[in-house]
C-alpha cells in the first residue's frame, strides 16, 4: 500500500492563520474532486475559521472521560474506517488525553499515513523539540506539548504561514485570535514585537535547514556534482599544524562577510593513520571552530587533495581556505603541494589561499623508528661477522666446480637472511662485505681487487643491488608490521576511552585511572600552574603518591591553559604520544565541564533568589503602594474637619479603608509565608479535619463578595483529611479569592469536595476565561500573572503560595478546564494519619 503523503503549515506563533490555510486548501482540493474530510480541526471561536468548516464533511470526534470531565479527541478508527483520500488534522504536537491508544496526535497522524491516507496538519515552531527550551528561554513560557523535528521533516511539504509581527499584534488587537479579555494580557506578554520577530526568525531559519535537505537529496538523486550557491558555505582544511587557528579565524572572517553563511572544518586522515597531526591540536581547533559557529568534520582519504574536494562538492562549499604548504621551497619543486592540486580541481569553488608564519618553515616528522629490537639488529650483526667467512671458507674450498654465478646466489641467499634477522643495515654490512669476498677470493684474477671480466663486475653490481632492495623491503615490512601493531593498540585503547565517554564516565579520576592502567604507570596526576603564589597545585591524580611538581613525574605532557600531566612509573617512548593526548585533551575537557558544572550550581540559587528579591521589590515598590494609598486617603478624608460627611459617606469611607487594609495585610502574609516556605521555616501541625469547619471561616475573611458569590456543596459524610487548620484556611482564601477576581458577574464560584480512594479532592470552580493547558504550570510560579487587566490586587504570588503550602501538607494542587468553560482548582488531601508536626523543606535557591 501507497504511504500518505503529510503536508504541514508551520506558522511562527498562534493566530498566524495556520488552520485557516488549511481549510483554504481543503476546500481548493474538493473542489477539485478530492476526497476530503475533516478529521479534527481546532478553531479556537474565530468566526472567520469556522466559516471555512462548512462545505467540508466532519468525522464524528471521540469522547474521553478524564477525572470526572469529558473531552473531544481525533477518533482515528472512525477516519480510517472512512478512508478518504485527504484528511484534515489540526494541532500536531498536540497530547492526547490519558486513556487515548497513543499518546500524541502525531502518533495517530502516523497511522493514517500508514494507511496511505494523505494528512494536511499544522504546528507552531514553539511546538519543535529541538526549539523547545530556546522558544522558553525567549518567551518564558515553557511548551510541554511538543514534536520531534524528524516527524515535521518526513512531511512531503513544509508550508510557512508567515506574518509580520506588527500585522498579527493588529490581529489581535482586533479580537481575531483571542478573547478580549484575554488580548492586553497576551500583547504585553508572549505576543510581544521581541518575542515575535524572534520567533519568526527561529521558523525562517529552520524551514530553511528544512530546504537545504531538500536541496542536497535533489543534487543527490540526479548526480548534479557541480556547486548550486545557495548558500554560502566556507570549508576550511586542517591538518592539525600550528597554522590552524590563524586558518580557522581567516575562515571565520569571510563566512562573517554574508548573512547566513555555514562555516566548515574538515580535516582528511591517511587510511594509513594520522601523519603529525595530534589529538590534542586537533581537539583544541575544533573548540575554536564551535565556539565560531561552525562545524567540524573528519574524512577518510589516501590522496588529500581529491578526499577535500569531494567533502567540498558534497556540502555543496562555494569557497574553500587552504594554508600556504609548510614544506620548503626545494620539495614544492618535487611535488606540487595540495593547494596547487586543490585548486585545479576546485572548478566553481572559489579557493583562498593563506599565508601564516610557518609557511615554507619545513614540517618536521618524527624519526622513524625500526621495526626490529636492538637485540635482533645486534645479533644479526654478529651472525653475519661470523657466517661470512664460514661461507667463504666452504665455497673455497669447491671454487673449481661452482661457478661465480652460484656463489653469488649463496652470498645473496646469506643477505636475505640477515635482513629477514636484523633489517636493513645489518643486510647492508653483509651485502658490501659479501661484495669485497666475492671479489678477493672467487671473481679472476683470485686475490687481486681488480675484475678482469665485465660481466663479472655486472654481477657483483646486480649483487649489491639486489641485496640493498631486499634489506630495504624487509625493514619496510618490519617497520610496517610494528606501526599496525602499535596502531591496533592505540586504536583498542582509543576505543576503550570512546566508550567510557558514551558512558557517561567524564570524571577525571576515571579518566586518569584509565590512562594508568593503559600505560602500567604507578601514578599520573593533573597539575594546575597558580599564579599567585606561583606554584603547582593538584587537581586529580590515580595511583600511588601523587606528583606535586611536572618534574617529579617521569614523563611530561602540556595539556594547555597552564595544565600539565604528569605521569610516574616508566619513561614513555614518543611513539605514545600520540595515545596519552588523546587521554590529555579528554582530561581538559572533563575538567572544564566540572567546573562549568560547579559554577553553574553555585549560580543556580544565587539566579532564584536574586529573581525572588527582585520580584520582591517590585512588589514592595508598586502593589505594597496601591492599597495604602487607598487606605491613607479614606482615613484623611474621615480626618478633614472642612468636609461635612453625612453618615452614610463616612461608613463608605471606613469601609473603603478596611477594605484596603484587609488587602495590604493578605499582601504581607502571602509575602511572608511565602519566605518562609522558600526558607523552610514555615511550622505546622496537621491533623484530622472536616472540610465543611475550615471553609466558612475562610470564606469570611474574604468578606461580603465571598458570601455572595460563593456556592459551597460539600458532601455531609465526606471523611475528614490530614491537614493544618490554618494552613489550608489561608489555601483556601487565595483559591476562592482567585476565583472570585475572575468570575463573571452572576456566575458564583462552586466549591465542591468528593473522597476517591485514599483521598480527598476539593474543587474550586469559576466560569472565568480560563487559562491554556501549556500555561497552567507558570500560574504557580511566584510573581507571574497571566493577565494585566487588574495590577492592583497582588503580586501574583496567591497560587505559588497555596501550591507550596499544600504541597508542604503533603497534599497537590492542580489546575484543569471547567466544563462548559472555566477554571477548575483541585486540592488533593491525604486521609487522616499520625499527627505530623514540622516545618516546610526549604526550596532550592532559598532567599
Not at 623491503?473 to 596502531?487: F, H, I, K, P
Not at 532564584?608 to 495604602?628: E, I, K, Q, S, Y
Not at 489550608?728 to 464560584?749: H, I, K
Not at 490586587?793 to 501550591?803: D, F, K, N, P, W
Request: glycine residues 10%; charged residues 25%; aromatic residues 4%.
Amino acid at each position: 500500500m501507497r504511504r500518505g503523503r503529510l503536508r504541514v503549515y508551520l506558522g511562527a506563533a498562534p493566530g498566524v492563520g495556520k488552520t485557516y490555510a488549511m481549510l483554504a486548501e481543503a476546500h481548493r482540493r474538493a473542489e477539485r474532486g478530492t476526497d476530503v474530510v475533516v478529521g479534527y480541526v481546532e478553531t479556537h471561536d474565530r468566526p472567520r475559521t469556522a466559516a471555512l468548516l462548512e462545505g467540508l464533511e466532519t468525522v464524528p470526534r471521540r469522547c474521553v472521560a478524564y477525572r470526572g470531565s469529558e473531552f473531544t479527541e481525533l477518533d482515528v478508527d472512525a477516519v480510517l474506517a472512512r478512508s478518504p483520500r485527504v484528511a484534515l488534522i489540526d494541532e500536531l504536537a498536540h497530547t492526547n488525553v490519558p486513556g487515548s491508544v497513543n499518546g500524541k496526535r502525531w502518533q495517530d497522524v502516523e497511522r493514517l499515513l500508514d494507511a496511505g491516507i494523505d494528512v494536511i496538519s499544522t504546528v507552531n515552531v514553539q511546538h519543535l523539540e529541538s526549539l523547545n527550551d530556546v522558544v522558553e528561554e525567549i518567551t518564558g513560557v515553557a511548551q510541554r506539548e511538543t514534536v520531534p523535528d524528524e516527524v515535521v521533516r518526513r512531511a512531503e511539504q513544509v508550508e510557512l504561514v508567515d506574518m509580520t509581527p506588527e500585522a498579527l499584534r493588529r490581529r489581535m488587537a482586533h479580537g481575531n485570535v483571542h478573547a478580549p479579555e484575554r488580548v492586553d494580557a497576551a500583547l504585553s506578554n508572549y505576543f510581544r514585537v521581541g518575542n515575535l520577530t524572534a520567533l519568526r526568525e527561529l521558523a525562517l531559519l529552520w524551514l530553511a535547514g528544512k530546504v537545504d535537505d531538500q536541496l542536497d537529496r535533489y543534487r543527490t538523486d540526479h548526480g548534479i556534482a557541480g556547486t548550486w550557491e545557495a548558500r554560502e558555505r566556507v570549508v576550511v582544511a586542517l591538518t592539525g599544524g600550528p597554522e590552524g587557528e590563524t586558518l580557522i579565524r581567516r575562515a571565520a572572517r569571510i563566512a562573517a562577510r554574508t548573512k547566513g553563511a555555514d562555516l566548515l572544518a574538515v580535516h582528511v586522515t591517511r587510511s594509513a593513520g594520522p601523519a603529525g597531526a595530534g589529538p590534542a591540536e586537533l581537539a583544541g581547533q575544533r573548540r575554536i571552530v564551535e565556539g565560531l559557529g561552525g562545524t567540524y568534520h573528519q574524512v577518510v582519504g589516501d590522496d588529500v587533495s581529491r578526499a577535500l574536494m569531494e567533502f567540498a562538492r558534497a556540502v555543496n562549499a562555494t569557497q574553500l581556505v587552504l594554508g600556504v604548504s609548510r614544506r620548503r621551497p626545494f620539495a614544492q619543486l618535487l611535488r606540487p603541494g595540495i593547494g596547487v592540486t586543490a585548486t585545479a580541481l576546485s572548478g566553481s569553488i572559489d579557493v583562498h589561499m593563506v599565508t601564516h608564519a610557518h609557511a615554507r618553515q619545513g614540517i618536521r616528522r618524527p624519526a622513524r623508528a625500526s621495526g626490529l629490537s636492538l637485540g635482533r639488529r645486534l645479533g644479526a650483526f654478529a651472525l653475519s661477522a661470523a657466517g661470512l667467512p664460514l661461507l667463504t671458507f666452504a665455497l673455497v674450498g669447491v671454487r673449481d666446480h661452482v661457478t661465480l654465478p652460484s656463489d653469488i646466489l649463496f652470498f645473496l641467499a646469506a643477505v636475505v637472511g640477515i635482513a629477514l634477522l636484523g633489517g636493513m643495515w645489518p643486510a647492508l654490512f653483509t651485502a658490501v662485505a659479501g661484495f669485497l669476498l666475492l671479489n678477493w677470493y672467487f671473481t679472476p684474477p683470485y686475490h687481486h681487487w681488480t675484475i678482469a671480466e665485465g660481466g663479472n663486475l655486472f654481477a657483483l653490481a646486480v649483487f649489491v643491488l639486489v641485496g640493498v632492495a631486499v634489506s630495504a623491503v624487509v625493514d619496510r615490512a618490519a617497520r610496517r608490521s610494528r606501526e599496525a601493531a602499535e596502531l591496533g593498540t592505540e586504536a583498542e585503547a582509543l576505543f576503550t576511552l570512546a566508550g567510557n565517554v558514551l558512558r557517561g564516565e567524564h570524571a577525571l579520576d576515571v579518566l586518569l585511572s584509565r590512562l594508568r592502567e593503559t600505560f602500567g604507570l604507578d601514578a599520573v596526576t593533573l597539575l594546575e600552574r597558580v599564579d599567585e603564589p606561583p606554584r603547582w597545585q593538584l587537581i586529580a591524580t590515580a595511583g600511588g603518591r601523587p606528583c606535586t611538581s611536572p618534574g617529579e613525574g617521569d614523563t611530561e605532557l602540556p595539556v594547555g591553559d597552564g595544565l600539565v600531566l604528569a605521569l610516574r612509573g616508566r619513561m614513555l617512548p614518543a611513539g605514545d604520544r600520540r595515545i596519552l593526548q588523546a587521554f590529555a585533551a579528554q582530561a581538559a575537557a572533563a575538567l572544564r565541564q566540572q567546573r562549568l558544572q560547579a559554577q553553574a550550581e553555585r549560580a543556580r540559587p544565587l539566579e532564584a533568589a536574586d529573581r525572588m528579591r527582585t520580584a520582591l521589590l517590585n512588589a514592595v515598590g508598586h502593589d505594597l503602594r496601591t492599597p495604602l494609598a487607598a487606605a491613607k486617603a479614606a482615613v484623611d478624608g474621615l480626618r478633614d474637619t472642612g468636609i461635612d460627611w453625612t453618615a452614610e459617606e463616612r461608613a463608605e469611607l471606613a469601609d473603603t479603608a478596611n477594605e484596603s487594609l484587609l488587602r495590604l495585610d493578605r499582601l504581607i502574609a502571602n509575602l511572608l509565608d511565602m519566605s518562609r516556605l522558600r526558607a523552610g521555616a514555615l511550622g505546622m501541625v496537621t491533623r484530622p479535619l472536616a472540610l465543611d469547619e475550615i471553609v466558612p471561616p475562610a470564606l469570611d475573611e474574604l468578606g461580603p463578595p465571598a458570601r455572595q458569590g460563593v456556592r459551597v456543596e460539600i458532601p455531609a459524610d465526606l471523611p475528614e483529611v490530614q491537614a493544618d487548620a490554618a494552613l489550608l484556611e489561608r489555601v483556601l482564601v487565595n483559591l476562592v479569592g482567585n476565583a472570585l477576581r475572575y468570575s463573571p458577574p452572576g456566575r458564583p464560584v462552586l466549591v465542591t469536595a468528593g473522597a476517591i480512594k485514599d483521598r480527598v479532592e476539593l474543587r474550586i470552580a469559576d466560569r472565568g476565561p480560563g487559562i491554556p493547558p501549556d500555561e497552567r504550570e507558570r500560574v504557580f510560579r511566584p510573581f507571574q500573572r497571566l493577565d494585566d487587566r487588574d495590577n492592583h490586587t497582588g503580586v501574583g504570588l496567591g497560587l505559588a503560595l497555596a501550591r507550596g503550602l499544600t504541597e508542604a501538607m503533603h497534599g497537590e494542587l492542580v489546575a484543569e478546564d471547567t466544563p462548559g468553560g472555566g477554571l477548575t482548582m483541585i486540592v488533593v488531601l491525604p486521609l487522616p494519619g499520625e499527627p505530623t508536626p514540622g516545618t516546610s523543606v526549604p526550596e532550592e535557591g532559598a532567599p
